[in-house]
């Protein structure tokens, strides 16, 4: 059974930057697609990034694009989500997830069947 953990969530300035890291154990995620979401509080959760088994294909949410660079090493086991130019809404928790028989990302969060336990993006004015 996999296990994720994301790590890398902070307060920051608007137009400041993080990067998240989303770090799997037990078994292997390379062969699996993984996404990352955000809720913010009292809002649904909502899709931000995916990207495919080997890191050729990627997907962003409009608001994103351009700013967030989803990646991952799966030598490392693990994921990234780099955030430039953040604005006071990108605050929520993160969540990375993946799909461990899919090798194709997925933009619905239902269709992932593994999720690590969040970290917290604040972004101040």
């Known amino acids: 059974q996999v296990q994720l953990a994301e790590s890398g969530g902070g307060l920051v300035q608007a137009g400041g930057s993080l990067r998240l890291s989303c770090a799997a154990s037990?078994?292997?995620?390379?062969?699996?697609?993984m996404g990352w979401f955000r809720q913010a509080p009292g809002k649904e959760r909502e899709f931000v990034a995916a990207?495919?088994?080997?890191?050729?294909?990627?997907y962003y949410t409009t608001s994103v694009k351009g700013r967030f660079t989803i990646s991952r090493d799966n030598a490392k086991n693990t994921g990234y989500l780099q955030m430039n130019s953040l604005k006071p809404e990108d605050t929520a928790v993160y969540y990375c997830?993946?799909?461990?028989?899919?090798?194709?990302?997925?933009?619905?969060?239902?269709?992932?069947?593994?999720w690590g336990q969040g970290t917290q993006v604040t972004v101040s004015s």
């Open positions: 997830a993946v799909r461990m028989r899919y090798s194709a990302y997925a933009l619905n969060k239902n269709e992932y069947d593994t």
């Open positions: 037990g078994r292997t995620i390379s062969s699996a697609a």
């Open positions: 990207i495919n088994w080997s890191g050729t294909n990627t």
